[in-house]
């Protein structure tokens, strides 16, 4: 009766890992229970997603090939693109979010086009508007950029609007901070970068009051939702951000958070159901309205 927080499936978004091929469901050696799967298996894992009452799925890509432009991102025929067809056909009323961010399909890693050794920050921007576009015309309902790229959030905005898209709102990776904690996702997508490392794009850890600018900047571009990633090592941004602006907050459990927590309940050294719970209600403790997590069909089952 005198609890403050709860959990609901309807704060869950539910990551998917999208491949080509058929009747594909491989599983990421670092995240037990998660997979690579091809169209179909990824409808039914969405199917089962929704019927726990988890609303909302964002989907990563995994392309045939990769190039130093990451063109796969914004082919129309991309695995992204038909995935939300696909879904949207045939799971109905699922909310399908899209990760923006070339990292996937680029070959060398990078969330952009490369000049030199570092990310041009306007060359890429004008192709994430691209890929955003192209999510869009597929029927997501809403893009969530991810890259960190300055001035992404406008320029995304802008184009869908543009293109009578004014309906598609923007969830931005507002506070992203260049983690380690997304180790396992990396392998999942295959997009480790070939050099170098996020840091000329990504946040420094160490840094509370910069989230904040981050965030505000993101606002004034047009963000609907601005997110915090990482999220455990990371709530003291969560709870600033809550208390700093008035829009929803979504948190990301990352990849190595989810990891964490499996291993360590497999090896039976902690109890895996509780930790899990624990771990999620900080979350929305902290003041995540949304969170974005690997154990959401799990979390779900046991609400
Ligand atoms: C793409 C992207 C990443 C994650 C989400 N979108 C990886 C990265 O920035 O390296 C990480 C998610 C996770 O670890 O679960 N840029």
Redesign the pocket.
Known sequence: MLRETSLEPSNFIY?LFVTEGSGVRKEISSMPGCYQESLEKCVENAKEAKALGVPAVIL?GIPERKDEMGTSAYDENGIVQRAIKELKDSVSDLYVIT?V?L?EYTSHGH?GVIRGRDVDNDETVKLLVKEALSHARAGADMVAP??MMDGRVGAIREALDGEGFTGVPIMSYAAKYASA??G???EA?E?TPQFGD?RSY?MDPPNRREALREVALDIEEGADIVMVKPALAYLDIISDVRAAFDIPVAA?N???EYSLVKAAGRLGWIDEERVMMECLTAMKRAGADLILTYFAKDAAKLL
């Open positions: 990551p990563f990760d961010c990292c969330c991810s890259d904690f997304y396992p996702f990396r997508a997009s996020r990504q990301y990352v990849s190595g």
